[in-house]
Nanobody, 125 residues
């Protein structure tokens, strides 16, 4: 059974940083080729944060988070990361990692067929 597992969430003050990690079991990220981070705040729809290709250097970000968030991967560790800097209270959400096959760095929730359970990020003011 394939599982995606996130870690690294927690409580941080405004302006602080967190690094989220996501790894897979039962199947490697490379076999999917595309990994992504999404987030969902209370009462809101799940929204795209960033995506990364496992076979080349492409990344994609939602415009509003460019410059503060960085997606990266470590092939040897089969792990995807999301470095989040200058955090704001509005970044509070459950953060999910997701994976899909293909080459398109899609921002659409429906494009991804494998999901983690999510990790809570809370930014206090």
């Amino acid at each position: 059974q394939v599982q995606l597992v996130e870690s690294g969430g927690g409580l941080v003050q405004t302006g602080g940083s967190l690094r989220l990690s996501c790894t897979t079991s039962g199947r490697t990220f490379a076999s999917y080729n595309i990994g992504a981070w999404f987030r969902q705040a209370p009462g809101k729809e799940r929204e795209f944060v960033a995506a990364i290709s496992w076979s080349d250097t492409r990344t994609r970000y939602t415009d509003s988070l460019k410059g503060r968030f960085t997606i990266s991967r470590d092939n040897a560790k089969n792990t995807m990361y999301l470095q989040m800097n200058s955090l704001k209270p509005e970044d509070t959400a459950v953060y999910y990692c997701a994976a899909k096959q293909g080459v398109i760095l899609s921002p659409e929730v429906r494009a991804y067929d494998s999901w983690g359970q999510g990790t809570q990020v809370t930014v206090s003011s």
